[in-house]
C-alpha cells in the first residue's frame, strides 16, 4: 500500500466527523450506563436489578430490528443518526429529573432506558450501514479499524469520567452525557451526503424479512453474526460490575470506573495496531483463536480476588474482543450487498451492541440464583465450548484469508 493509500482516510473529512460521531455517541452511552448502574445498585442493591437494566436497553433492540433495518436502507442515514443522538440528550435530561425529584422509582428509570433502547436500535443500525457507503472497498477493513478503535477510546475514557464524575459531582454525571449526544447529534448533520443503493418498491413482509433471510443464506454472515450473539450472552460480564467492585474488591465508583474503561484500554491498543496493518492474513482462524481469548479472560475475572489481576483480565477481554469485531464488522459488510446493509446490520445490531445488555440481564439472573462468582465463572466456560463448536460448524469462516478479498456472496 502506497503512504498516500496509507493516509487517505486521514484527509477524508466525510469519515472524520463519522469518527467524531461515533466517538460521541458512544461515549455518552458509557458515561449513562456507568452512572445508571451505580445509581441503581446503590439504590436496591440487588443484582437482578442491573440485570433489568440491560434488559430495558435489549428488548428495542429486538423489538424493533426489522423497522430500523428498513428505514436505514430507505432513509438518509445520516440524518436517522443526527435524530437518534438528540433524542438520547432528551432520554439523558428525563433520567436528571427522575432523580432530583425521587420519584417513579425503578419503574420510571427503565421506562426511560427503554427509549433509550429505541434510539440505540436505530443508531447502531445506521452507523454499522454508513461505512461502507463513505470509503472505497480496498480502504474499508482499515477504516474498520480506526472506527473500531474510537469506539474503544470512547469505551476507554467514557467509564473513567463516568465513575469520576459520579464521585466528584454527582449528578453532573449526566451533563457530560448529555454534551456527548450533542457532539454527535451535531457531527452526523455535518457528515457530506455518502454514496450508496437505496432500497425502492413496496414495504412487503418479505422485503422486512430480507436481512434475515440473507444472513440465513450467507453462511459466514450467519456464522460471524450467531457466535457474537451467543458469546456476548453467555460471556458478558459489565452488567456485575458494580457488585464486583462494591462488594468483591472494595474499589467504589472510582475503582469501577476504571474497571469499565480496561475492556476499552485492551481493545484500543489491539486496534492501533490493526489501523496500520494494510491487508492481515489468517483472519477467519483468527477470530476462533480470539473468541478462546475471550474466554480465558472471563474465567480469569470470575475467580479474582486481586484488583490488578482484575484488571488485567478485563483488558485481555477488550482485546481479544476488539479482534473478533474487528473481523466480524469486516467481513458482515463486505458480504452485505448495500441495499441489504440496513436490514443486516439491524440483525447484526442485536448481536453486537445490544446482546450486551441481554448478557447482563443472563448474568444478572443467574448471580440472583447462585452467586455472581460462580454466574460469571460458568459464562467464560460456556463462551469456550461455543467457539469450539463454532469452528466446525462454519467451515467457510475458518477459510477467510484476507478481509479485503470478501464479497457479497462468495462462500
Known amino acids: 500500500m502506497s503512504p498516500a493509500d496509507r493516509h487517505?482516510?486521514?484527509?477524508?473529512?466525510?469519515?472524520?466527523l463519522y469518527?467524531?460521531?461515533?466517538?460521541?455517541?458512544?461515549?455518552?452511552?458509557?458515561?449513562?450506563?456507568?452512572?445508571?448502574?451505580?445509581?441503581?445498585?446503590?439504590?436496591?442493591?440487588?443484582?437482578?436489578d442491573l440485570g433489568y437494566v440491560g434488559l430495558a436497553q435489549f428488548a428495542p433492540a429486538f423489538l424493533f430490528v426489522l423497522v430500523a433495518g428498513m428505514a436505514v436502507d430507505r432513509l438518509d442515514r445520516r440524518m436517522i443518526l443526527a435524530l437518534c443522538n438528540v433524542i438520547h440528550v432528551a432520554v439523558t435530561g428525563l433520567l436528571v429529573v427522575v432523580l432530583?425529584?425521587?420519584?417513579?422509582?425503578?419503574?420510571?428509570?427503565?421506562?426511560?432506558?427503554?427509549?433509550h433502547g429505541i434510539a440505540r436500535a436505530f443508531a447502531q443500525t445506521a452507523v454499522q450501514a454508513l461505512l461502507p457507503n463513505l470509503v472505497p472497498v480496498e480502504t474499508f477493513p482499515r477504516a474498520v479499524a480506526w472506527s473500531s478503535s474510537a469506539n474503544k477510546v470512547a469505551q476507554l475514557a467514557g467509564p473513567a469520567l463516568g465513575g469520576g464524575l459520579i464521585a466528584w459531582t454527582g449528578?453532573?454525571?449526566?451533563?457530560?452525557?448529555?454534551?456527548?449526544?450533542?457532539?454527535?447529534?451535531?457531527?452526523?448533520l455535518m457528515v457530506p451526503p455518502a454514496r450508496g443503493v437505496r432500497s425502492a418498491g413496496r414495504i412487503t413482509l418479505d422485503a422486512l424479512l430480507g436481512g434475515f433471510s440473507y444472513v440465513w443464506r450467507e453462511k459466514r454472515v450467519l456464522g460471524a453474526i450467531s457466535i457474537d450473539l451467543l458469546a456476548v450472552l453467555l460471556g458478558g460480564v459489565m452488567g456485575?460490575?458494580?457488585?464486583?467492585?462494591?462488594?468483591?474488591?472494595?474499589?467504589?465508583?472510582?475503582?469501577?470506573?476504571?474497571?469499565?474503561?480496561?475492556?476499552?484500554?485492551?481493545?484500543?491498543?489491539?486496534?492501533?495496531?490493526?489501523a496500520r496493518l494494510a491487508a492481515p492474513r489468517y483472519m477467519g482462524p483468527a477470530l476462533f483463536v480470539s473468541l478462546a481469548l475471550f474466554a480465558a479472560s472471563i474465567v480469569v475475572f470470575s475467580l479474582s480476588t486481586l484488583y490488578w489481576l482484575s484488571l488485567a483480565a478485563l483488558a485481555v477481554y477488550g482485546a481479544a474482543d476488539m479482534m473478533s469485531?474487528?473481523?466480524?464488522?469486516?467481513?458482515?459488510?463486505?458480504a452485505t450487498p448495500d441495499v441489504m446493509r440496513g436490514r443486516v446490520s439491524a440483525v447484526n445490531s442485536v448481536a453486537i451492541n445490544a446482546?450486551?445488555?441481554?448478557g447482563d440481564f443472563r448474568a444478572g439472573v443467574?448471580?440472583?440464583?447462585?452467586?455472581?462468582?460462580?454466574?460469571?465463572?460458568?459464562?467464560?466456560?460456556?463462551?469456550?465450548?461455543?467457539a469450539g463448536l463454532w469452528t466446525w460448524l462454519f467451515p467457510a469462516i475458518r477459510r477467510v484469508d484476507r478481509l479485503s478479498d470478501v464479497t457479497p456472496g462468495r462462500t
Open 8 to 16: 487517505r482516510l486521514a484527509r477524508d473529512a466525510g469519515f472524520l
Open 19 to 48: 469518527l467524531v460521531n461515533r466517538t460521541g455517541h458512544v461515549m455518552g452511552v458509557q458515561i449513562l450506563t456507568v452512572a445508571v448502574g451505580w445509581y441503581v445498585y446503590q439504590l436496591t442493591r440487588d443484582p437482578i
Open 100 to 115: 432530583w425529584a425521587g420519584a417513579g422509582g425503578m419503574a420510571a428509570i427503565l421506562a426511560i432506558l427503554f427509549v
Open 171 to 188: 449528578d453532573g454525571v449526566y451533563g457530560a452525557a448529555a454534551a456527548c449526544f450533542a457532539i454527535a447529534a451535531g457531527s452526523a
Open 240 to 274: 456485575l460490575l458494580p457488585v464486583y467492585a462494591s462488594d468483591i474488591l472494595h474499589v467504589g465508583p472510582d475503582g469501577l470506573g476504571v474497571m469499565r474503561a480496561m475492556p476499552g484500554f485492551g481493545s484500543l491498543l489491539v486496534g492501533l495496531v490493526l
Open 325 to 334: 469485531v474487528y473481523i466480524r464488522l469486516t467481513l458482515v459488510q463486505l
Open 355 to 358: 446482546s450486551n445488555e441481554l
Open 366 to 386: 443467574t448471580a440472583a440464583f447462585v452467586g455472581v462468582v460462580p454466574a460469571v465463572l460458568a459464562g467464560g466456560v460456556a463462551t469456550f465450548a461455543i
